[in-house]
């Protein structure tokens, strides 16, 4: 039988163990899929959680990219159709992002 105090030594241990979990769970979880199709990001706004991340699939006949704006680095290659492109996302905040070839197409990626 455990004394109180290493008791409490054990819940505290355990409990950052359970944390480092989750976190390393939400980090390798499946990532949410933003389809590029019809001229639109679909769906336009995601939201997910620090270390999660975004993947987006072209689903139209032609070539696109996609660039993070405002402070959102990121930018992927020009995809083909069916051509994916991932991002994680590690840090809190709304990250705004459009696809290279027509500005109007735009997309919000929330993590909180």
Do not use: C, H
Request: glycine letters at 10%.
């Amino acid at each position: 039988m455990l004394s109180r105090g290493m008791r409490n030594v054990y819940i505290k241990v355990m409990s950052g163990v359970m944390g480092l979990l989750l976190v390393a769970a939400s980090a390798w979880a499946e990532p949410v899929v933003v389809e590029m199709k019809d001229g639109a990001f679909v769906p336009a706004v995601v939201e997910i959680k620090p270390g999660a991340a975004v993947k987006w699939v072209n689903r139209d006949g032609f070539r696109q990219g996609i660039v993070g704006e405002e402070g959102a680095r990121f930018r992927s290659v020009s995809l083909r159709q069916g051509d994916a492109f991932v991002k994680r996302f590690r840090k809190p905040g709304e990250f705004t992002y459009r696809a290279t070839e027509n500005r109007a197409m735009q997309g919000v990626v929330i993590v909180r």
